[in-house]
């Protein structure tokens, strides 16, 4: 363990665990000694991460409420209440704004910004019941600054920075601490969106981003998931209603 006060012995909570920045994540707060309930739609990849770190697989869709409470039970049931939650969950489509499909704006919507918000719905009660919670939304640095042919994503994510900030307000009082953190381009299996609308290879996408990068790289899944982990400790306990941007320099 790194040793990261707070987190060791507690019950997190991982949503998109399957794969990239959730992955990355679970891997984090496990080795820092929590308790990790692995999340992802698709019940094989939540599987490997929990085989992988010893947690426990949670197969839901986040964009379903009832899936998402009944998640949240299963969590409680085999590992204890939730007291750290990271939403990390994510899809996302590309294509000109005009040329969108009413169905994309409806699925991103109910994934990642309301599903999001279904998952404070369910964690927050016992966290503000118990005095103590920590809770990070993973937006997107485009949450912040938009992004040509993601208009649908870009909405969803900075609709979370928005979330963050209201619920922050709302239960710091009772002693839970809700901040976000907007990523800049990372290295996970999502670049993949946008390497196709881009006519690239992954490898070409990624050096094409990474030129405009004062870091001189994109970032990585371990840096979000190091973010995360500092968010989710006691060191952290003067951030509320934060939204960090682990970027390479990007934004200032």
Same mark, same amino acid.
């Given at each position: @363990?790194? /040793?990261?006060?707070?987190?060791?012995?507690?019950?997190?909570?991982?949503?998109? *665990?399957?794969?990239?920045?959730?992955?990355?994540?679970?891997?984090?707060?496990?080795?820092?000694?929590?308790?990790? *309930?692995?999340?992802?739609?698709?019940?094989?990849?939540?599987?490997?991460?929990?085989?992988?770190?010893?947690?426990?697989?949670?197969?839901?869709?986040?964009?379903?409420? #009832? $899936?998402?409470?009944?998640?949240?039970?299963?969590?409680?049931?085999?590992?204890?209440?939730? #007291?750290?939650?990271? $939403?990390?969950?994510?899809? @996302? +489509?590309?294509?000109?704004?005009?040329?969108?499909?009413?169905?994309?704006?409806?699925?991103?919507?109910?994934?990642?910004?309301?599903?999001?918000?279904?998952?404070?719905?369910?964690?927050? &009660?016992? @966290?503000?019941?118990?005095?103590?919670?920590?809770?990070?939304?993973?937006?997107? #640095?485009?949450?912040?600054?938009?992004?040509?042919?993601?208009?649908?994503?870009?909405?969803?994510?900075?609709?979370?920075?928005?979330?963050?900030?209201?619920?922050?307000?709302?239960?710091?009082?009772?002693?839970? *601490?809700?901040?976000?953190?907007?990523?800049?381009? +990372?290295?996970?299996?999502?670049?993949?969106?946008?390497?196709?609308?881009?006519?690239?290879?992954?490898?070409? @996408?990624?050096?094409?981003?990474? *030129?405009?990068? &004062?870091?001189?790289?994109?970032?990585?899944?371990?840096?979000?998931?190091?973010? $995360?982990?500092?968010?989710?400790?006691? &060191?952290? /306990?003067?951030?509320?209603?934060?939204?960090?941007? &682990?970027?390479?320099? +990007?934004? +200032?």
């Amino acid at each position: @363990m790194s /040793g990261l006060r707070g987190i060791a012995g507690r019950t997190a909570l991982v949503t998109g *665990a399957g794969q990239g920045i959730g992955r990355a994540i679970a891997e984090r707060l496990a080795s820092e000694g929590a308790r990790v *309930a692995c999340n992802d739609v698709d019940p094989v990849t939540a599987a490997r991460t929990a085989a992988s770190i010893g947690g426990l697989a949670v197969p839901f869709d986040v964009g379903d409420p #009832e $899936a998402v409470r009944a998640g949240v039970a299963a969590v409680e049931d085999g590992l204890g209440p939730v #007291e750290l939650l990271v $939403a990390n969950h994510a899809v @996302m +489509t590309m294509a000109p704004f005009e040329q969108t499909d009413p169905d994309d704006w409806r699925r991103t919507i109910d994934v990642n910004l309301l599903g999001t918000a279904w998952l404070l719905e369910a964690c927050v &009660p016992g @966290m503000v019941a118990r005095r103590y919670g920590r809770i990070v939304a993973v937006a997107s #640095e485009w949450g912040l600054t938009g992004w040509p042919n993601a208009a649908v994503y870009t909405a969803s994510k900075g609709g979370i920075v928005s979330l963050v900030r209201s619920a922050a307000r709302a239960v710091g009082p009772d002693g839970v *601490a809700v901040n976000g953190i907007a990523p800049g381009v +990372t290295d996970t299996p999502q670049l993949d969106v946008d390497a196709r609308d881009a006519g690239l290879s992954h490898e070409a @996408m990624v050096e094409r981003y990474a *030129a405009d990068v &004062p870091l001189g790289r994109i970032s990585l899944p371990a840096d979000v998931a190091a973010v $995360a982990a500092f968010l989710l400790s006691e &060191p952290a /306990g003067a951030l509320v209603g934060q939204i960090l941007s &682990p970027n390479g320099g +990007t934004t +200032t």
